[in-house]
């Protein structure tokens, strides 16, 4: 079939709603920036898991260490599930682990952000996972079938880690006077960087154009912005903590909360690596990796073996 045809038939997937799947023809624009997107999101999630992993074994309770490590197990989960969506456009694992030590693919600029106290573990689950689940349920309707089917089991997780969140919250909330402060010390910490978690404001988005018309973003970075500020306000109401912005505000005109300046300059900041934490989260992450690697060699060692094996058996 010759490429007019293959790209008409490729609209008019996307114009009837369709799924694009790894064997179907597919523009290389959609590929890369697909490939872009998928290994930013596994990034994320296991360089998320540094953040609240450091508190495992400083939990308050077995209950608050079991929950944690179920958290913790899931994003780690979660990183293989989009791996896996993103090896299907052809680019492997270790090489997207390799961009990802080289800085040359991303990963989600909240987590260079430090997490000092047991309360940030409660409010990265109320914000950031909360935050993660208003980005993540437009993705499970993304044109790209792999990506858009992993989005359905991450977001069934992540609502229990947005849940396990707003509890501890509400927990330390109502505890004692230092217990509250702490709480509302760490909420302080995580609204703004949470707000940034969307991306930059839609004006300043070079990408969200082609991948709203390719069906892969379903709504703008700032109304997925307004729809989490609109979840957040109330919710703040019932922990009894305050959200660190003093313009925000109901607006019965346009049904929305209208919120302050968000500081774009920090955001760009981290991006370029001049964050809180970020040197230090690609170092364990390096080291994580290069602790594994005897792991990575078993495991080839014994499906080689395995293959010559049933080599073997075939003969
Ligand atoms: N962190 C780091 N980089 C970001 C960013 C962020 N929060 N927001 C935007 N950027 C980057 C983009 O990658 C792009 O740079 P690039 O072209 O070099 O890749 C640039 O800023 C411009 O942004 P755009 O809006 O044009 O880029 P996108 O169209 O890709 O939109 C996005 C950005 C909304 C983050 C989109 O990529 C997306 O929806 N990704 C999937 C969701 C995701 O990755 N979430 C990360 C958190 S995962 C998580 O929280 C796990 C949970 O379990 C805790």
Redesign the pocket.
């Known amino acids: 079939m010759d490429a007019t045809r293959q790209q008409a038939d490729f609209d008019a997937l996307i114009a009837s709603d369709g799924r694009v799947e790894p064997r179907d023809w597919m523009p290389e624009g959609y590929r890369k920036t697909l490939i872009?997107?998928i290994a930013?999101?596994a990034h994320?999630?296991i360089i998320?898991m540094q953040p609240e992993g450091n508190w495992i074994t400083r939990a308050p309770s077995l209950r608050r260490k079991a929950i944690l490590l179920a958290k913790v197990q899931?994003?780690a989960g979660?990183g293989l599930y989009l791996y896996s969506a993103a090896e299907t456009l052809g680019m492997s694992r270790e090489e997207m682990l390799d961009l990802l030590h080289a800085g040359r693919q991303?990963?989600?600029?909240?987590f260079n952000y430090p997490t000092p106290t047991w309360a940030d573990v409660a409010a990265?689950g109320w914000l950031?996972?909360g935050?993660?689940i208003t980005?993540?349920v437009p993705?499970t309707r993304c044109s790209y079938g792999p990506y858009a089917r992993a989005m359905i089991r991450i977001c069934k997780e992540?609502s229990f880690?947005q849940r396990q969140g707003f509890e501890s919250l509400l927990q330390l909330s109502n505890g004692t006077p230092e217990q509250h402060e702490m709480a509302q010390d760490a909420v302080n910490r995580w609204w703004w960087p949470s707000l940034?978690?969307?991306?930059?404001p839609d004006d300043?988005?070079?990408?969200?154009a082609q991948?709203t018309a390719w069906g892969i973003?379903r709504f703008s970075?700032d109304e997925?912005r307004q729809r989490f500020v609109d979840i957040c306000v109330p919710q703040a109401e019932t922990l009894g903590l305050t959200l660190p912005d003093p313009d925000l505000v109901w607006n019965a005109e346009r049904g929305h909360y209208d919120y302050g300046v968000i500081d774009w300059t920090e955001?760009q900041q981290?991006?370029k690596g001049n964050g809180p934490c970020n040197r230090q989260r690609i170092a364990v992450r390096r080291q994580a990796h290069s602790d594994g690697a005897w792991v990575r060699e078993a495991a080839a060692a014994y499906a080689a073996k395995k293959q010559a094996a049933a080599v073997t058996e075939a003969a």
């Open positions: 872009r997107q930013q999101h994320s999630e998320g899931d994003e979660h991303r990963y989600s600029s909240i990265i950031v996972d935050a993660a980005n993540q993705l992540e880690h940034m978690m969307f991306g930059p300043d988005s070079p990408n969200s991948s973003k970075n997925l955001f981290v991006l």
